[in-house]
Nanobody
């Protein structure tokens, strides 16, 4: 059974950093590409970063140069290192399979950027 558990969110000041983690079950990170998504209040969920099975990465323009996606296949974990955070990054962050199918969504982790 596929399961996703996100963690690492919190309240951070503008310019600060956070690292999010997504522990996966029933998903093989050596095979499946994974994505981080975010959902701002009142808006649709949108992808922000993708990591392919081989380690290649893609980023949405809004986060390029500030966010870094990575993974540890042995720990079944996908990470999102976020730096130079802006108030516009405030959202609930989710991870999921990037293509082919969607696993049941986890609860997400709230990131709030505010002074």
């Amino acid at each position: 059974q596929e399961q996703l558990v996100e963690s690492g969110g919190g309240l951070v000041q503008p310019g600060g950093s956070l690292r999010l983690s997504c522990v996966v079950s029933g998903i093989n990170l050596r095979i499946d590409a994974m994505a981080w998504h975010r959902q701002r209040p009142g808006q649709q969920r949108m992808w922000v970063a993708i990591i392919h099975s081989g380690g290649g990465t893609e980023y949405a323009e809004a986060v390029k140069g500030r966010f870094t996606i990575s993974k540890d296949n042995d720990k079944n974990t996908v990470y999102l290192q976020m730096s130079s955070l802006e108030p516009e990054d405030t959202a609930i962050y989710y991870c999921n399979i990037a293509a082919g199918r969607i696993a049941p969504w986890g609860q997400g982790t709230q990131v709030t950027v505010s002074s």
